[in-house]
């Protein structure tokens, strides 16, 4: 909905241009009214304003002077005048300030619908077009930052990115913090785009909280959790706290969703993988409690050496969400491997394990309300067999692996049909956008080869196929129903580049896209007859 200021030293017709038509029907709503044209550059500098509707003649600052200064000010919006024929002068000199239009007193019904059309639908194309530049810049920066922050990228390799996204890491040490909303998998379960308007929600609480002030930079992580990487000397182990206890009270208040905090220990800039994981590790059930924040500090852990273990879980964790049993067994006997090479001490054995079992704790809840009964038997199997010695922990932790693949695969399958249903929802509601198949799967934190293969299995067709030939459809019935042009139907479908479109349609539909038009034309004038 765009936002609209009208103009006019004449209350008639400011009243009455809000009852001249259902103004939201076009996207519209008139969010304020102003007599003259000081009042109005007030207006337009403490709100948000997107089309400014305004007269010439007025007293103090006239319509022209508004737009001058509103030009000058550097505010970008689209301006509409309203004019009378002794007006046309001025009219025509304000088109140079870079006026949209103008409307001619007293104001047309039809006139006004057609005009809020034609700018409905260039608001519309500039908002997608900004959306999508900001989403592919964020989504590249959350990467990069994701990336240093679970040790995939080095902190060397950061200042080729500063320029480009702002990460510049002036400081010697940092500390990672990870937040969670407690029912946000049971979100995306009954109500996706409420799920990720709750996370952007958190997202910007964290932003504004600690990012804007310059105390650190904020990121999408893995499942859903915001990640935190603070910078060490820019505020001390209170302020952090401070931080993030406000971050706790707004998510409440304005989300009215519960979060937990976890918050690792101050490392140097190059361990900052370490900080996540013990920011992880502050989050597992195993040790919660009650609080909202956590602090790994305050923490009874095992061994310092359980951050040396070398094997890497998050592949093993990868093999589960795939379902591939047999290259699971692949990083169970890698660590197992290590366990007795290395004679890993039990303390460390229990911390690698128990970090497992949250994460698995939270795939487990991407399918279902509650992993806790799952995650619990886990938990009561492997602390028997280090009271007992039977099974050996090899032949526990290779059998207990594969058990929780198949219920896995078993939990999957029955939210298959809800999460192929919801894509295809999401698919017919943004096509026109910049989609993709890694895109679709982050959304709904599945990964990119299985729910390509799942795509395929359940549509028999592949989403790039399906994509296509939603956007092909749409173009199609524009057409018939005369409701945009060709090019801008094109445009207005997804399709970035005109000579794939044509190569696309003619994939699809066997014919190039200029016969198409010209049998809907001969089939138009045949029903006119």
Known sequence: ????????????????????????????????????????LEIIKSQSIDLLITDIRMPEMDGLQLIEAVRDAGIHLRIVILSGYGDFLYAKKAIQFGVTSYLLKPVEVEELIECLSEL????????????????????????????????????GDLPKHSDKFGVILQTQQVQSALIEMTHFHQLVREHMYDAMLYRYGLRNIAEETIQQPGFGY??????????????????????????????????????????VIGLGGVVATQQVKLSRKQALYALEDKFKGSEPIRLYEQMQVPDSLVWDVHWDSDTLMLRLEEGDLAKLDEQVSEF??????????????????????????????????????????????FQACLDRGEPTFSEWFSESMRRTGKYIVVS???????????????????????????????????????????FKQKTGQTFNDYLNKTRISSIKKALIQNQYAGMESINRAGFKNVEHFYKQFKRYEGMAFSEYKERVHNLKEEEIK
């Open 218 to 259: 904020v990121y999408e992580e893995a499942d859903g959790m915001i990640g935190i990487i603070f910078l060490g000397a820019k505020s001390t182990w209170a302020e952090k706290l401070s931080m993030l206890t406000s971050v706790n009270i707004a998510a409440k208040k304005w989300l009215k969703q519960e979060v």
């Open 412 to 454: 999957a399958k029955k939210k298959e049909p809800h999460v192929i249903h919801a894509i295809l929802e999401f698919i017919g509601n943004h096509y026109a956008d910049n989609l993709s198949l890694k895109q679709i799967a982050g959304l709904y934190f599945i990964n990119t080869a299985y729910l390509g293969q799942l």
């Open 336 to 381: 197992i491997q290590e366990v007795n090479e290395r004679r890993l001490p039990v303390a460390v054995i229990k911390g690698t394990i128990f970090s497992l079992f949250s994460k698995i704790g939270r795939l487990i809840k991407r399918y279902e309300d509650d992993a806790a009964p799952f995650v619990a038997e886990l938990e009561r199997e």
């Open 120 to 155: 409905g639908r260039e608001l519309d194309q500039e908002t997608a077009k900004i959306f999508d530049e900001r989403q592919t810049q964020n989504m590249v920066r959350d990467k990069v930052l994701f990336d240093y922050a679970s040790g995939s990228m080095n902190v």
């Open 1 to 40: 909905m765009y936002n609209v200021l009208v103009v006019d030293d004449e209350e008639l017709i400011t009243e009455g241009m809000g009852m001249l038509i259902d103004w939201q029907r076009y996207g519209f709503r008139i969010m304020a009214t102003a007599g003259d044209g000081q009042t109005a």
